[in-house]
Structures are given as C-alpha cells and as structure tokens.
C-alpha cells in the first residue's frame, strides 16, 4: 500500500497548488463584472490626491496643525509605550518564571502572567480605545492606556520569551558565585536580554507612532484626526501634508533607534 | 585535614552509569588533575562536587559536612568556586561587574543592585584585576575581551569570592596552547598564594604534570589510577587511553 501511494505523496503538492488555482479561477465567475463593481469617479479621485501629493498645503495655519498634532501623536505614543514598559517589566519577568525555585509554583506563575500578558495583547488598541473612550470619555488617558495595555503585552511576551533563552552557562556560574535568584536576574537575565530588548523596544516604538495616529481616528486628537477631518473635506492636499509629518516622525525614530542600536554591544 | 571526602559515589543518567562506587579525598592545598577519554565522568564528578547536581548513592563530606547540609547558597559559595570555558561571564557587563559578581553570596539585594551604578567593594576589584593583569580593562565590555582575557576575568571573579576549594572543568578546553599554559600558571599560582584546593578537569595529560600535584585519571566512571604526579609512567598513561574494547575484540 505504502509502495502505491508513494508518487502520490511526491506530486502532493502540484496537485493541492492545481486544486487551488482551479478554485480561485472558478471564483471568478461567481464576481457579478458590472461597471457598478468599480467607483465611477475613482479616476477623477486618484488625479486628486495625485495632486495633493506633488502640491501639499503648506500654508502656515496647517503647518502649524500638523505640528501640534504631530506633538500630540509623539506624546500619546511616548507615554504608552511607558506604561507598555512597566506593565512589560512586572509582567515579563514574572511571567518568564526565573524568580521561582520551586518547579511547580514556576509552572503556575508562567501559566498565569503569561495568560494575563495574552489576554491584554489578544484586544487590538483600537479596541482599547473605544472601550476607554466610552468609559472615562475622550481624556489623553484614554489614548495612553488603549496604546500602553496592548503594547505592554506584546513587549512583555517578548521579553518573557527573551530571558527564557538567554543562554546557561553565564546563569549557573552567577548561581555558582552564591547569587539569589533576584541578583541573577539583576546581573544575568537583564544584561544579557537589554541589547536586543532595546532594538525591539524601538521597533515597537515606532509602530506605537503608527498605532497612536490611527487611533486618533475615535476623536482622540493627534496626526490621525486631522487626516479624518482633511479626508472628509476631500482635502488631499491637507492630507499629504499630514501624511509627510507622520513619515517624517517614523524616519526620525528609525534614525535614532539606528545610533542607538550601533552603540549597543552585541 | 581531608576538606573533600567522598565514599562509594554512583551517579546515573537514565541507562547510562557516569560515575560508579568512586571514593577519595583530598587534603586541604592539594592541586588534583582529573583526567581520562571524554565520557569518563570528569565533568559529572565536578557537578557533584560543586553540588549542582545530587549524586544518587554515597557520601559527600565537605569540609566534615555532608553537601547536603549546605543549604544556603552563600554557605556553599564560600567554600566552593567554579570555573569552566569562557562562555560563564555576562558579555554585556563591564568587566568589574562579573568580577564584583563574586561577591553577590555576601551581597543583599539592594547593595547588588546599587552596585550596578556605583560599585560596591571597588578596591577587591581591582586588586583581583591586578593580580590577573587586567586592571587596566576594569571598565571595558566583556564581550569585547580575548578568550584568555575573559578566562582571567573569570580568575578575578573567584578571587573576589575566595572559596576554599576551587573546581575548575575544562578552563582551557577553547583556547590556544600558549593562552592556556598562561592561564593554568596563573590559575595554580593563585590557588598557592590562597592556600586554596583546586580539582580541574583536563584534556592534557602534559599540562596535568606540569602543573598540579596528583593526578586523578578516571575511565567509565570508576577511578583508573590515583597517583601523585612524580608516580606516573608511561604505561599507566597508554592504558587509560587505549581503546579498551576494541582491542579486545
């Protein structure tokens, strides 16, 4: 039986890719081709923002918007990845179970601080966001805590996941040396995860600009609601003079996360 | 005055037999080479003597004391240090921080901590950097020092602890013939100005000779000689590395 199937299992997976296509081809003919499928102005609209993009407007009154709002996109992100990196710091190390002797307790702490970590990152900050907005209104806190809590899951999954593989022998030479499980952590863990906890605390950093420009979109002020306004107002001119400022912030957090990542050893 | 002692020590790893039935003490100030083919139990017998790992019949007595009565960590610390290959510094550190990190079994939490910004016990440093030559590198990263550099970083770091006995597995296994005589003279001139124990696991017989007093050679886990180091003759050499089962066969 095996002798039989055995050039079957080779062409496995030209005959799925075959299947595949096969069924993306015939989905095609279900797709009514109507002239209503595609916007009948969409061309006059892509001319448009064409347009905005080659001549943004740069007039002082909306220089000056997209400065302030670019100053309050920076800081909803700066103040959520502060509590991203406290809620990350608590939670991550306990979560990565190194604090715990005892095997068993070690099991349920990472069970339990890693759930919770989970659980916080599992709801989009959008999400976030609309739950703060309806509980404590449209306040800047509702903005840093919708960026913080989600963000603090991701980071510290990750710097759960970045102590659990730091490697042994340094950790058992510090336990050999007569250290408690907290200096380990304190002359072990923490240096040999702070290189690459940094780069990806940037990296995060940056998405959290992305993030916090979006999530303005719920009212909250900052880049992402002056692009909502100027978009509603077919405005693309406004727009890209907005987008540019968002671009500009991202390239600014790259470049520095860059000089910082060259001084960083290993 | 015997400060390690052991009787009928057996260890197994699942099927496998690491050590079986080994006894032997050493004195106080003695240098001991364990020797013997890879997979003799030379790096199993050091775990247990440090007691990382716990053996599974026979008696440990350190100093007069059952290894496992040492319950607190700072307790074993004082008496027994490790050394092994490069790899058990922290790279990201300043070398004075793992060499201070000798000093954690005596240090509590926040005086540690406070270290890390403003070392503690700064002169203990840098007389161990002294000692090893390094005093002048106090400050650089670890990870941007030589093998031999770093191997000496980890010299100072047991210097800062200062147990009675000193174990040391493979210290030279990676680095060059010229790199490690330096760093076994080094190592054996220290422990006899500390008046310290020192038990090393080795790959060279040459080395053993040269420099430790008594030489333990081991070979599937039991003891294959045990001779102080003017004792040994060719023959005992070509007998603990020749492929035993083959020629029998």
Not at chain 1, 95 to 116: D, N, P, Q
Not at chain 2, 43 to 54: E, H, V, Y
Not at chain 2, 191 to 213: D, I, P
Request: glycine share 8%; with cysteine.
């Amino acid at each position: 039986m095996k002798e039989l199937l055995a050039p079957l299992k080779t062409h496995n997976r030209s005959v799925l890719t075959l299947l595949l296509l096969a069924a993306f081809i015939w989905s095609l003919f279900s797709v009514t081709w109507s002239r209503d499928l595609v916007h009948a102005g969409g061309w006059t609209t892509t001319v448009q923002i064409f347009e905005g993009l080659i001549k943004p407007d740069l007039s002082p009154e909306i220089v000056a918007l997209a400065i302030e709002s670019s100053w309050v996109t920076v800081v909803y992100a700066v103040t959520g990845m502060t509590v991203a990196l406290i809620i990350a710091f608590i939670f991550g190390i306990l979560g990565s179970g190194v604090l715990f002797s005892s095997h068993a307790v070690r099991v349920i702490a990472m069970g339990i601080f890693r759930g919770i970590l989970a659980t916080i990152r599992a709801i989009h900050e959008l999400v976030w966001a609309l739950l703060f907005v309806a509980v404590i209104g449209l306040s800047p806190y509702a903005a840093v805590f919708a960026l913080g809590i989600p963000y603090g899951g991701i980071l510290g999954r990750i710097l759960a996941d970045m102590i659990n593989d730091v490697p042994k022998e340094p950790i058992q030479a510090l336990r050999a040396a007569g250290a408690s499980r907290l200096q380990c952590l304190l002359y072990g863990y923490l240096p040999l995860v702070r290189a690459n906890m940094i780069s990806y605390t940037m990296y995060r950093f940056e998405c959290s600009i992305r993030s916090s420009a979006i999530m303005s979109f719920v009212g909250l002020g900052g880049l992402g609601y002056q692009i909502q306004l100027s978009l509603s107002d077919l405005n693309y001119d406004e727009v890209w003079t907005f987008l540019f400022f968002l671009i500009a912030i991202v390239v600014l957090i790259d470049a520095w996360s860059n000089s910082l990542r060259k001084r960083l050893v290993l | 005055m015997h400060i390690v002692e052991i009787n009928n020590l057996s260890k197994q790893f699942g099927r496998k037999i690491a050590i079986s039935s080994l006894s032997f003490d050493i004195k106080k100030g003695e240098t001991v080479a364990l020797i013997g083919p890879s997979g003799a139990g030379k790096s199993t017998l050091l775990n247990i003597l440090a007691g990382s790992i716990p053996p599974d019949t026979g008696i440990y007595l350190l100093d007069g004391k059952p290894i496992q009565q040492y319950k607190n960590r700072r307790e074993l610390a004082n008496k027994i240090g490790v050394i092994r290959q490069q790899f058990d510094l922290v790279p990201a550190l300043p070398a004075i921080h793992n060499v201070l990190a000798g000093r954690l079994g005596e240090w509590g939490f926040f005086k540690s901590m406070l270290s890390l910004f403003v070392p503690q016990d700064k002169q203990a440093a840098a007389n161990a950097l002294q000692r090893v030559g390094l005093l002048d590198k106090m400050h650089d990263q670890t990870s941007r020092m030589s093998g031999g550099e770093q191997q000496r970083v980890a010299m100072a770091r047991l210097l800062v602890q200062n147990p009675e006995v000193i174990l040391a597995d493979e210290p030279v296994a990676s680095l060059d013939p010229a790199r490690a005589e330096d760093i076994l003279e080094m190592l054996t001139k220290l422990v006899a100005e500390e008046k310290q124990t020192l038990v090393m696991s080795l790959h060279s017989v040459e080395y053993a000779k040269k420099y430790f007093s008594r030489i333990v050679a081991l070979r599937d886990g039991e003891i294959f000689f045990d001779l102080p180091t003017e004792d040994i003759t060719k023959e005992h050499l070509t007998g603990l590395y020749s492929l035993k089962e083959l020629s029998q066969e």
